[in-house]
């Protein structure tokens, strides 16, 4: 399995933006996605990238002020996070899933590799 690290969470005020990153193990074909979990919450799609980074597709609740890319040079997803609300507060995960092509995935259950997450805090 590939193996994830996420990086650039942090605290922001509400409209503020972050850039959040997710590295990749290896050069492998996989389609990448972003989630996120809030305290007694369940985990819920965010953002998603078909390998090639020609299609991606959003939560609605994003949809507008979230932008997910990828560098498969480097092995690494992006998702800038602008406009801020306290309700994006959360921990994000990105997640990978072996795919070539223009697919893109937003069920928990079409992953199988996952990274430890990083906290994203925004203050009111």
């Known amino acids: 399995q590939v193996q994830l690290v996420e990086s650039g969470g942090g605290l922001v005020q509400a409209g503020g933006s972050l850039r959040i990153s997710c590295a990749a193990s290896?050069?492998?074909?996989?389609?990448m996605s972003w989630f996120r979990q809030a305290p007694g919450k369940e985990r819920e799609f965010v953002a998603a990238?078909?390998?090639?980074?020609?299609?991606?597709g959003y939560a609605d609740s994003v949809k507008g002020r979230f932008a997910i890319s990828r560098d498969n040079a480097k092995n690494t997803v992006y998702l800038q996070l602008n406009s801020l609300k306290p309700e994006d507060t959360a921990v994000y995960y990105c997640?990978?899933?072996?795919?070539?092509?223009?697919?893109?995935?937003?069920?928990?259950?079409?992953?199988?590799?996952w990274g430890q997450g990083t906290q994203v805090t925004v203050s009111s």
């Open positions: 990238i078909s390998w090639s980074g020609i299609s991606t």
């Open positions: 997640a990978a899933r072996p795919s070539y092509g223009t697919a893109w995935y937003s069920r928990v259950a079409d992953f199988g590799s």
């Open positions: 290896g050069r492998i074909f996989y389609a």
